[in-house]
C-alpha cells in the first residue's frame, strides 16, 4: 500500500513538474499575443485619425487649388483602398499609398501661398503632422513587439510549446515597395 501510494505521488510530482512551466509557458504566449494586438490597435487608431482628417485638408485645400484633381483623386483612393484593407499587408501597401498622395499635396500647397496662410489649413497641417508622428511610433512599437512576439516563438522550449498550441510567428508592419522612392511632382501643364 505504502509503495502505491508512493508511486501515484512520484507520478504527481513529475505531471507537476512538467505542466507547471508548459502552463507559465502558454500564459506567457498569451500575454506576448495580447501586446502584438494591442500594439495594432494603436497602429489603427493613429490611421483612422489621419482618415478623418484627410477630407478637411482636402476640401481646404480644393478652394485654392481646385485644378490639382489628380492628386485629390490619388488621395481618396489611397484613402479607400485603406479603409477597405482586409490584411496587413494590404493595410500597409494602402498607408504607403496615401502617404505618397499626402506628400504631394505637401508639395502642391507650396505653390500657393493664401494657402499657407489659411489658420484652418495651418491647423489641419499642424495636426495631420503630429498624426503622422503617432502613425511612426505605433509601427515602430508594433514592429518591436513583434520581433519578442517571435523571438519566443522560435527560441526553445517556447518553439515546442507554440507548436504544440499554435503559436505562429506575426508580420511585420512594412511600408510598400513604392514607398522608398519619394513621389515625383510634375507642375508643367498645371499651371493656369
Not at 481618396?76 to 498622395?101: F, P, V, Y
Request: aromatic share 8%.
Amino acid at each position: 500500500m505504502k509503495k502505491g501510494l508512493g508511486a501515484i505521488i512520484g507520478i504527481i510530482v513529475v505531471i507537476a513538474l512538467i505542466a507547471f512551466p508548459l502552463i507559465g509557458s502558454y500564459n506567457g504566449f498569451v500575454n506576448a499575443e495580447e501586446d502584438v494586438d494591442q500594439k495594432y490597435a494603436q497602429i489603427e487608431n493613429q490611421l483612422q485619425r489621419r482618415m478623418d482628417l484627410i477630407p478637411n485638408l482636402v476640401s481646404t485645400v480644393k478652394g485654392y487649388a481646385s485644378h490639382e484633381k489628380d492628386v485629390m483623386d490619388d488621395i481618396a483612393s489611397a484613402r479607400s483602398r485603406l479603409a477597405g484593407a482586409d490584411s496587413l499587408k494590404e493595410q500597409a501597401n494602402a498607408d504607403a499609398q496615401l502617404t505618397g498622395a499626402l506628400g504631394r499635396l505637401l508639395v502642391i500647397s507650396e505653390n500657393y501661398p493664401d494657402l499657407k496662410a489659411d489658420t484652418q489649413f495651418t491647423q489641419l497641417m499642424d495636426e495631420l503632422s503630429g498624426t503622422e508622428n503617432r502613425i511612426a511610433v505605433a509601427r515602430m512599437d508594433y514592429n518591436d513587439q513583434v520581433t519578442l512576439f517571435n523571438k519566443k516563438v522560435k527560441q526553445f522550449p517556447g518553439r515546442l510549446v507554440s507548436a504544440i498550441f499554435g503559436f505562429d510567428e506575426k508580420a511585420y508592419f512594412k511600408a510598400d515597395e513604392g514607398a522608398k522612392e519619394a513621389p515625383k511632382v510634375d507642375f508643367e501643364g498645371n499651371e493656369d
